[in-house]
């Protein structure tokens, strides 16, 4: 009893308000997409642009792999604007590993694409990380789709 009006006394007035908050949270964050994350269509696709007009962007409904967490040059598929379509992401918020020398990024960047892997624009606006280069050239095969147009309209690479 003595020790615990002891340590009441030590805490802070202020503190007593907050006892029942919750503790905050200091763990790094992730570069990682995980289901129902936003992300930002950064090409010219009719349906890109009218979702970011509108300031209802993308969300993530799945991903295409065993893992289930897209990082930078993954496919997802995403509900935007009531319809299903796949993306290839091309950029993340948070570094990714030290020695993989992948940019920052200030948003999760996607380009739409169709079933057969070709883009839906025309242009795109932000600039790819070129290290995506090597992996998206090594994913293009007649399976999964010729990623190497998405880099054809890439104008500017970090």
């Known amino acids: 009893m ?30 990682e997409i995980r289901k129902l994350a936003r992300l930002r269509v950064v090409d010219n696709s009719q349906i890109g642009k009218e979702a970011m007009a509108e300031g209802r962007p993308p969300r993530v409904i799945h991903v295409y792999n065993k893992r289930a967490v897209a990082t930078v040059g993954d496919k997802v598929l995403m509900a935007i604007r009531g319809q299903k379509r796949k993306g290839l992401l091309v950029g993340c918020v948070k570094t990714q590993h030290p020695m993989s020398m992948i940019p920052k990024f200030d948003t999760n960047n996607v380009v739409l694409i169709d079933d057969a892997g070709t883009p839906l624009g025309t242009r795109i606006h932000v600039p790819i990380p070129n290290v995506i280069r090597e992996r998206l050239q090594r994913m293009s095969h007649k399976k999964s789709g010729d990623f190497t147009k998405i880099l054809s309209l890439a104008t500017r690479f970090v």
Do not use: F, K, N, Q
């Open 2 to 31: 003595l020790a615990r009006s002891a340590v009441s006394l030590l805490r802070p007035a202020s503190s007593a308000a907050c006892r029942h908050a919750a503790p905050l949270s200091t763990s790094a964050p992730r570069c």
